[in-house]
């Protein structure tokens, strides 16, 4: 089960629930969640977790800390604030929007934290049709957690992004073991996820809000935005290693596509979204520019 239509793994109060047993892994999880002003009361457990407004703004109560969520009116208006969970904890939310609460199994415990919109990096990364956005809001260099990572991407309408194709599945010096989850709003748009020798998968679906793809093992990517639609997906990424890292390696067959990059100008559409008027953009860097190895930077993949 590499596809989970929006509406599938209802479970209340969650709108969506992907657990690592339902996912059939070990460690990445996601819930979704609709509020109209009530609280909702829930366990972590033995996973760490965010809250991310994904659309509206909420309060957050945990381990006797209340965080106050600005969020933002949806994904494609600004980059949000959050909070973080840690294992072992009751939380109440309280608010009015939709929110994401990527999750991963963790062991070390982390006190309750705010992350502040303005001091998430923003990246532009790739070029030309390629040309995308990302959030590094939960990367292994902008916030810590013992085994969660999360970013979000923007690309729009008519770009590629999660591009060339690239896989997190084998334990080497230039690559991470890695679970991920692709949540997607906006769209329509379409997610390709395929295998390498010995370990078939074999995805191409269309994906729109509340739609989410599972990455057990093989390359994925591109992720596409039809034409007229710009195209949101947050990834939620988790594996075993003690040191969290997103490295990765790109097909060999689509590597030359990073250096084709070069002299190649940014789509102007790109940052979609800031988190203040004045926020300035990281440019390409680190893997998103046309020096980027095959096997490439921790950061480098979306």
């Known amino acids: 089960m590499s596809y989970i239509p929006a509406g599938s793994t209802t479970e209340a109060p969650w ?13 990445a999880g996601l819930r979704t969640l609709n509020l109209s002003g009530e609280t909702v009361e829930f366990d972590t457990g033995n ?9 509206g703004s909420c309060a957050v109560e945990c381990d006797g800390v209340r965080l106050e969520l600005h969020g933002r009116e949806s994904v494609f208006s600004g980059v949000t ?11 109440h939310l309280t608010g009015e929007g939709r929110f994401a609460l990527p999750s991963a199994l963790a062991t070390r415990r982390l ?16 070029a030309g049709q390629a040309s995308r956005q990302v959030n590094n809001f939960c990367s292994p260099d902008a916030f810590e957690c013992d085994k969660l990572v999360a970013v979000e991407v923007l690309t729009p309408e008519g770009n590629w992004s999660s591009y060339p194709p690239h896989k997190h599945d084998t334990h080497t010096d230039d690559e ?3 679970e991920e989850i692709y949540y997607f709003e906006g769209g329509p748009g379409y997610q390709r996820v395929y295998g390498s020798p010995g370990r ?40 075993p ?32 979204t800031s988190a203040s008027p004045g926020a300035s953009p990281v440019n390409g860097t680190p893997g998103g520019g046309p020096s980027s190895p095959a096997n490439g930077t921790p950061e480098a993949k979306a």
Request: proline residues 10%; glycine residues 8%; negative net charge.
């Open 47 to 55: 996973e760490e977790m965010l809250v991310v407004p994904l659309s």
């Open 176 to 178: 991470a073991v890695l």
């Open 111 to 126: 006190p309750v934290r705010y992350g502040p919109a303005e001091k998430v990096p923003v990246e532009v990364r790739g």
């Open 200 to 239: 078939p998968i074999d995805v191409l679906a269309e994906v729109g809000c509340g739609d989410v793809v599972l990455v057990p093992h093989g390359y994925h990517g591109p992720s596409m935005a039809a034409p007229g639609y710009d195209l949101y997906y947050l990834n939620v990424l988790a594996g």
């Open 81 to 91: 604030d959050f909070a973080y969970l840690p294992i072992g904890s009751t939380a």
């Open 241 to 272: 290693a003690e040191k969290r890292s997103m490295a990765f390696c790109d097909d060999p067959r689509h590597a030359w596509i990073r250096s084709s990059w070069e002299g190649q100008a940014v789509d102007p559409r790109v940052p979609m």
């Open 15 to 27: 709108a969506l629930r992907i657990s690592p047993e339902l996912a059939g892994w070990t460690y």
